[in-house]
């Protein structure tokens, strides 16, 4: 049974969709991430299943209930904010209280599980202070019991980790992967980052644009991801993507470079991909594991010029620029070339992407 | 060998600072501006009718006397019972005009803070255009609106006044106030389980407080001190407000300057003791509101 379901979610502000026509389903207990850069509509997505703005179109099911014209605190959720909303005038306690409280619960179980929350997240010696006397990870965890002393359906978060240093961001990601191990909850969770996304989640939601690109596990969206902004939104550093034209001769078919004239014979798997192309152009996706830096010409090799090169210690990254595009490549450190030098990048006929020229979709075999 | 440096050191001489002088200067200045006036009515209050009018005049009263002040606050005699009487009529008008500006700023705020309506932003505005112009400007429509009304010689006429008077100051002030407010955290409010309006009151209200108690010390002084609306609304003797009552009823005949003296004084009381008791929630308001973090 899915916990919480979306279906053709719509809101918009005058002319500008701020989620457009958004539709997926989150299993029970399953850990999906909301993805996007910035202004995506990830926070408005998030707002619309809490009900904190309502919807212009479409339906909400949390649990087993349509919960459109619910208000935020009869949906049975749990949210924590970006900038954590923790109630300034309240002490640590009172705010883990305060959801049991609403709830009417009496004294002597809000206090336990008040208790209970804060122990789990190591607080229990902050509860007398107040927000501001707390450091930002702190706050961060009061704004996690909050929302952990309920039971509820389903918890949203909204960048929860975004405001922390980056090494107090890594350790939170590995705890909050454990609580959702132990909890066994269902969890959304909004990030920009999609390395965030890619290590946290049982499936990540790509949006763009208000519009949902896909929604799959990680390892699908990073294998075989639907177009080319999902391509170089997942996955660092980011995909190359190369415009080409498509040369057909006889049953051979090619990419050639329109501006440098070099061509770069496909395989046949890949041949009936770029015949499916609807104008003759393509985009050509690869990512840097996959490619192979050659110093002289070879066969099915394109030719590129050194841009910069970055050594990171156990692999040296660097940026060549291929028909005017950029191609990022991870090499042996051991490789020593220079900005400026002419190389020839070969690419894996079985790892690479090809994408529509036009539509920027993913092109499958006719 | 390294010689050992006996260099003198210079002597720094801190530079005076002149704008930290001058400023020093001005605020003795005020202060005797505002202070001796003051120290003159109070002692003026515990002198005889006759030193009072002493001249060369005691700068000290050689025989002080708490008569006048006796005098005032007994109800028994004629003086006492209309000085109460002004008193209540004062104390009532401006605690109903400071209740009602907080039961409509105070939504009115939020809406102007939170809601996108139409014609949101000429409304504020328009608030505010009151504020322009001297208030005795409004004193000929008011007094015929009034009238038309049927409010002439009631309380009532004055409440309303000083309602329009205080509430755009009250309005722009508590605006700032919710503004400053995160909306998350009504929203997370609003998940753990309250109502909007519950959200409102457990979670806003309280942030907002220092706003609010700093516009009701606002609309109660403005009220309490106020007096050409008080003078020209009212005519019947036992409606006076302090102002106007106690300006008639001391110079009826002669002038009682210590009797003026001691009702002045003890109509400033209430203004002090607000102020003194709640000077800290309005340096925050006047400071933490007005500024965007
Ligand atoms: N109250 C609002 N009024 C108008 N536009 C809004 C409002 N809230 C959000 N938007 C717009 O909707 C889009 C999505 O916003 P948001 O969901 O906050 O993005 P994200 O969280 O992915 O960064 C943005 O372009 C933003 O400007
Ligand atoms: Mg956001």
């Known amino acids: ?366 | 060998m390294a010689a050992i440096e006996t260099a003198q050191r210079p002597v720094v001489r801190k530079p005076i600072d002149w704008w930290r002088w001058a400023g020093r200067v001005f605020l003795t200045f005020l202060m005797l501006f505002t202070v001796l006036p003051m120290a003159w009515m109070i002692l003026t209050s515990v002198k005889s009718q006759f030193a009072a009018m002493q001249y060369p005049p005691q700068w000290w009263p050689s025989e002080p006397t708490l008569n006048n002040y006796f005098k005032l606050l007994d109800p028994t005699n004629r003086i006492g019972r209309e000085f109460l009487r002004y008193f209540w009529n004062s104390f009532y008008v401006s605690l109903l005009t400071t209740i009602l500006g907080v039961v409509v700023a105070v939504p009115a705020a939020y809406a102007f803070s939170r809601f996108r309506f139409p014609g949101r932003t000429f409304l504020f505005f328009s608030v505010l255009v009151r504020n322009m112009f001297p208030a005795v400007v409004f004193l000929m429509p008011l007094f015929l609106l009034m009238r038309w009304m049927g409010l002439v010689n009631t309380h009532g006429s004055l409440i309303l006044t000083y309602l329009t008077f205080g509430l755009p100051l009250s309005i722009w002030l508590l605006k700032g106030f919710y503004d400053n407010i995160p909306i998350q955290l009504e929203q997370a409010a609003r998940i753990d389980g309250a109502t909007r309006f519950q959200a409102f009151i457990l979670i806003v209200m309280p942030l907002s407080s220092p706003g609010i108690i700093a516009t009701s010390i606002f609309s109660f002084i403005g009220a309490w001190n106020e007096y050409v609306y008080a003078y020209t609304f009212l005519s019947r003797d036992d409606q006076m407000t302090l102002p106007v009552g106690i300006q008639r009823f001391f110079t009826e005949f002669a002038t009682d300057w210590p009797g003026l003296m001691s009702a002045t004084f003890l109509m400033s009381v209430p203004v002090v003791v607000l102020f003194l008791v709640l000077q800290k929630y309005f340096v925050r308001a006047l400071t933490e509101g007005a500024v965007k973090h």
């Open chain 1, 1 to 366: 049974m899915a916990e919480v379901v979306l279906k053709d979610v719509m809101k918009n502000y005058g002319s500008l969709y701020a989620v457009n026509n958004v539709s997926f389903a989150v299993e029970h207990g399953e850990f999906v991430a909301l993805v996007g850069p910035s202004g995506c509509g990830k926070t408005t997505t998030l707002n619309l299943i809490a009900g904190l703005i309502p919807m212009s179109g479409g339906d909400i099911v949390i649990g087993d209930r349509v919960v459109n014209d619910l208000d935020p605190k009869d949906r049975d959720i749990a949210m924590v904010f970006q900038n954590y909303a923790l109630y300034p005038n309240k002490s640590v306690f009172k705010n883990l209280a305060f959801p049991l409280q609403m709830r009417k619960l009496p004294k002597a179980e809000i206090e336990a599980k008040v208790m209970a929350a804060a122990k789990v997240l190591d607080i229990s010696h902050l509860l007398e202070r107040r927000p501001r006397e707390l450091s930002g990870g702190q706050q961060q965890r009061v704004a996690l019991g909050r929302a952990l002393v309920r039971d509820p359906a389903a918890f949203l978060m909204d960048e929860p980790l975004s405001n922390l240093d980056a090494k107090l961001r890594v350790a939170m990601r590995s705890e909050l992967k454990r609580f959702h191990h132990n909890l066994n909850a269902t969890v959304i969770y909004v990030t920009h980052d999609q390395l965030e996304a890619v290590t946290m989640a049982d499936k990540m939601a790509v949006m763009h644009g208000g519009v949902l690109q896909q929604y799959d596990t990680p390892a699908n969206v990073f294998g075989n991801p639907v177009n080319t902004f999902v391509a170089s939104f997942v996955g660092s550093p980011a995909m190359s993507l190369i415009p080409l034209d498509v040369v057909s001769k006889g049953t051979e078919v090619a990419l050639r470079s329109p501006e440098e004239g070099w061509e770069l014979p496909l395989s046949p798997m890949n041949a009936r991909k770029a015949s499916a192309s609807s104008n003759g152009k393509l985009v050509l996706g690869a990512r840097h594991s996959t490619l192979k830096l050659h110093k002289s010409a070879a066969a099915g090799a394109a030719p590129g010029k050194v841009y910069t090169v970055e050594p990171t210690g156990d692999v040296t990254f660097a940026q060549i620029f291929v028909n005017g595009a950029v191609v990022n490549i991870s090499l042996d450190p051991t490789v020593a070339i220079e900005p400026d030098e002419a190389v020839w990048i070969e690419f894996d006929q079985d790892r690479m992407h090809l994408f529509d020229g036009e539509t920027t979709m993913a092109l499958k075999a006719a």
